[in-house]
């Protein structure tokens, strides 16, 4: 399995960012897609989650702000930030955990895409 994120960029604060998240390969079963959010020097941070019965939860930092969103019949979520703030400048990261049938679950990640908003 790969993800493939995309969509960071540099925008002022109270700008908009889409980020995307495509995942190829064999994908048994998706247990949930994830956000996470590492800035320079930080550990890495759970955005938001959304699990395959479509239950979200949602850093208290970003609700409001943030919506996540699958584009149904591909394996393509979205992050859509609006109201975006100088603190959510970070690295985003896309996160994918796979149910098998053995009932083990395998855990993948993007490569990351740079969000900078500057105030």
């Known amino acids: 399995v790969q993800l493939q994120a995309s969509g960071g960029g540099s925008v002022q604060a109270g700008g908009s960012l889409r980020l995307s998240c495509t995942a190829s390969?064999?994908?048994?079963?998706?247990?949930?897609i994830g956000w996470y959010r590492q800035g320079r020097g930080e550990q890495r941070d759970l955005v938001v989650v959304?699990?395959?019965?479509?239950?979200?939860n949602y850093a208290d930092s970003v609700k409001g702000r943030f919506t996540i969103f699958r584009d149904e019949g591909k394996n393509t979520w979205y992050l859509q930030m609006n109201s975006l703030k100088a603190e959510d400048t970070g690295t985003y990261y896309c996160n994918l955990k796979e149910g098998s049938w053995q009932g083990l679950e395998y855990e993948y990640w993007g490569q990351g895409t740079l969000v900078t908003v500057s105030s």
């Open positions: 390969g064999n994908i048994f079963s998706i247990n949930a």
């Open positions: 959304i699990n395959s019965g479509g239950r979200t």
